[in-house]
């Protein structure tokens, strides 16, 4: 039994208005896997980066008990990159710079020790290597969850819509919602995504929390308000990873457990946001997690007598 | 024991992707007044209209328990009236015509059967009439809610902040918080705002729902998502006045009651949506809005064990 996640492992330059990185290591998978460690102890990725990823980055994934055989190190190529800038309001930013280096060509592997997985999260990639994936586990996961983006839906929305027939979640945020259903409505949008295959749909509305969408039921789940936003990049693939690594945990698919899941997923997601890439979410304590949902259960709160 | 609304009472012509409308009653303190009127019934208002006005659409007011002692009727004169289209989105919307009429030299009367008042509603208006009407009772209410807009930050900032700091519940929108406060992050500027004189900042989100400060508290209100938004007029007076009339009839003013009034504005809000103008919520049954306040609780509830 185990948890696998595929997603990029990279590079990342960060320019906020609060300062700037040189390359620091990031990627969906990174963030992902970071957050569901937090909440289960079998989490294995898979990705790839170049030589110029040390070993002691790989041995901070290590640390927090994720398993990093299906991590292919390509001799004599450098990982993907991207750098790019955020502007004043922290919920718009420029990419700077995108090479895609050794993931130009990912062929995902999957070692024989992963064939255990029941939990499968599929960071955002092309459509055609998160379909290859799903095609190389022997046996189906009991829950497969896909994230993808706008830029997916621009250039292989096919692709995109076949590998969305193969899986139970999907998360995406309001605008792409409408993309991919052709409805402004995120209700109307909500009922034409759950008929292309996913049985759940996540739409991440960032600072404004989260809609969970599951046959006629809706779920609102609030954002934490901020002071400060530190730095936002790879809040949604901590979203994701708290998200998938909390469902493996308590291991029964339900609506409420889906529920809960968005909470834990935010949770991290808001202290992600807190410092520059992983730094936060690398050194979290399970009594600073247990806090911050709690502070998500008195945000929401209300009762009213029937 | 009163609430008193003051706001515009008005003629609106509205035209969205739905239809449109002729010249139909609309304005702050209509809206208001008819949501509070679904939880108070000793609602009276303070507006003005001109001749253009009918005594069927006083009528109106009078069928829902509303006093119009304070609703001035100028002879020869003729009602504020507004007239906008809202853009495919719902979210935005041109004004085509705006004249003042009445409204230019509006001078709020305070009958002296209003003096009983416990709950003053003050909608949308300049502040200096916001002031007046404060100024007129010879008793300062249990409770003053004022709601302003971006407008009068422009124009009047000065007198804004003076009436400000008489009031104990202040509703503006994030963007509105923004521009009073100087602060991007809504968190800082709900502090600033607080020590400004409201001991209560209600921040509307439209689709995403309100967020509620008070002290060094948050309370996050989701918004019912829907798949049809026929026209958005009125939403905010509306839960504004769901949100006051709630309030004066539990009579007690505490962060829980706040959180609750908050729900039911949102309910009543969310059934203003559905048709033009006041159609929707001039014809609302008790079961109706019981069900859709059930509706909120079961959209943002969620058990997590400690």
Chains 1, 2 share one sequence.
Not at 84 to 98: A, E
Request: net charge negative; glycine share 8%.
């Amino acid at each position: 039994m185990s948890l696998i996640i595929i997603g990029t492992v990279a590079f990342d330059a960060i320019e906020t208005p609060f300062g700037k990185t040189d390359k620091i290591v990031g990627g969906a998978a990174t963030y992902a896997s970071l957050a569901a460690s937090y909440f289960y102890n079998k989490v294995k990725i898979v990705a790839v980066v170049g030589d110029d990823f040390q070993k002691s980055d790989i041995d901070a994934f290590n640390e927090h008990g994720i398993d990093t055989e299906g991590l292919q190190v390509k001799e004599g190529e450098k990982s993907f990159f991207w750098s790019g800038k955020y502007h004043n309001d922290m919920n718009s930013r420029d990419t700077l710079v995108t090479e895609l280096n050794v993931l130009a060509d990912f062929d995902p592997v999957i070692p024989e020790s992963y064939q255990d997985c029941e939990y499968l999260m599929l960071g955002n990639l092309t459509p055609i290597v998160q379909r290859t994936v799903i095609e190389r586990l022997k046996k189906r996961p009991k829950l497969i969850v896909l994230d993808t983006m706008n830029f997916w839906m621009d250039i292989m929305m096919d692709d995109l819509k076949e590998t969305l027939k193969l899986v139970d979640v999907l998360t995406i945020n309001d605008e792409e919602a409408r993309q991919l259903s052709g409805e402004y409505s995120l209700v109307k949008a909500a009922k034409k995504i759950l008929t292309m295959g996913p049985k759940y749909l996540i739409i991440k509305k960032g600072e404004h929390g989260a809609l969970l969408f599951h046959e006629d039921k809706i779920f609102s789940a609030p954002a934490l308000p901020l002071a400060e936003v530190f730095d936002p990049t790879g809040a949604g693939d901590t979203f994701a990873g708290g998200f998938i690594g909390y469902l493996a945990k308590v291991g029964t698919i339900n609506f409420n457990n889906m529920k809960n899941a968005i909470i834990y997923g935010s949770a991290l997601a808001s202290f992600c946001v807190e410092k520059f890439g992983t730094e936060k979410i690398l050194n979290l304590t399970d009594e600073e997690v247990a806090a911050r949902i709690q502070e998500f259960v008195k945000l929401s709160a209300f009762t009213i007598d029937a």
